[in-house]
């Protein structure tokens, strides 16, 4: 009877071993090795702290990721030390590599500070340099008239529709 238990045993835990090795096979193909080495510009994700910090939005349109942030040296064989801002001091700035995504510059979107005019506040007032494209909306009771506005330092794929006032060429911003 020992004999009998012992070899239904060791039949389950055969099975179980397999049964997590196969399992396994199926994380490591979904897994990658992520490296980043001094200096590189990496995102961190927010998600663990929105409720200690806020982020601006809420909801669905809160970010995911906040940075770039430059980072400072690696602690251990998946955590990074980081260059965090002032803001977020109250953050430890040692993060696991699962929490970090890679930053990858992109040239066209950096637009000359000189083009545009910052304000104090560091706001800028959008303005708009050319109409593309008219259209009519049709409604039940009423037709509302559209105009494709072309924006300063924004490309043709930007362009936005807006309702246009008496004018043809004046546009009623919202």
Not at 2 to 8: C, P, R
Not at 29 to 53: N, Q
Not at 70 to 83: D, F, H, I, N, T
Not at 163 to 173: A, E, G, K, Q
Request: proline share 6%; with cysteine.
């Amino acid at each position: 009877m020992v004999a009998d238990t012992e070899s239904k045993v060791k039949l389950i835990r055969d099975r179980l071993k397999e049964a997590s090795d196969r399992q396994k096979s199926y994380a490591d193909l979904k897994r990658k090795e992520i490296e980043f080495t001094v200096g590189d510009m990496v995102f961190l994700k927010v998600s663990p702290w929105k409720k200690i910090l806020k982020f601006g939005k809420k909801g669905k349109l809160s970010p995911r990721f906040i940075g770039p942030y430059r980072v400072l040296k690696r602690v251990g064989p998946v955590a990074y030390q980081l260059e965090l801002p002032p803001e977020l001091d109250r953050i430890h700035n040692v993060f696991h590599v699962s929490m970090l995504r890679r930053y990858r510059s992109d040239p066209s979107h950096v637009v000359p500070v000189e083009e545009i005019e910052v304000t104090a506040d560091l706001t800028f007032e959008e303005e708009p340099i050319q109409i593309l494209d008219r259209e009519v909306k049709v409604l039940r009771r009423k037709s509302v008239p559209l105009v494709k506005v072309l924006w300063r330092n924004h490309g043709r794929e930007e362009a936005t529709w807006k309702r246009r006032c008496n004018s043809n060429t004046l546009i009623c911003l919202d």
